[in-house]
Nanobody, 116 residues
Framework: VQLAESGGGVVQAGESLTLSCSAS?????????GAWYRQAPGEEREVIGT????????HYADSMRGRFTIYRNYHENRAWLHMNGLKPEDTAIYYC?????????WGQGTQVTVSS
């Protein structure tokens, strides 16, 4: 099982960016739960939000609600994180994961750098 994030890069403050998460060797099923996290330099990894694979129900951390949107395509085995109004403090490595039962699979992360 491999998850791969892509779409990171350097953007200016105020711009938008969409990250993608794709899976290989793994087929998402209805009970799976997807999530996006981020980890800023010197900080702990924090959750951005989650999405259920079947219904696509989304939940966001309070601090992330409003500028971040999580999507998934059930049949393409892919999920996305769309970010609006990026700020320098959003600079971090962004990770996706999938949880199936008690097992969590992580990607390697993609770097997002927001310049002021």
């Amino acid at each position: 099982v491999q998850l791969a994030e892509s779409g990171g890069g350097v953007v200016q403050a105020g711009e938008s960016l969409t990250l993608s998460c794709s899976a290989s060797g793994f087929t998402f099923v209805g009970d799976d739960m997807g999530a996006w996290y981020r980890q800023a330099p010197g900080e702990e990894r924090e959750v951005i939000g989650t999405i259920t694979w079947d219904a696509g129900s989304r939940h966001y951390a309070d601090s992330m609600r409003g500028r971040f949107t999580i999507y998934r395509n059930y049949h393409e085995n892919r999920a996305w994180l769309h970010m609006n109004g990026l700020k320098p403090e959003d600079t971090a490595i962004y990770y996706c994961n999938i949880q199936r039962d008690s097992v969590v699979y992580w990607g390697q992360g993609t770097q997002v750098t927001v310049s002021s």
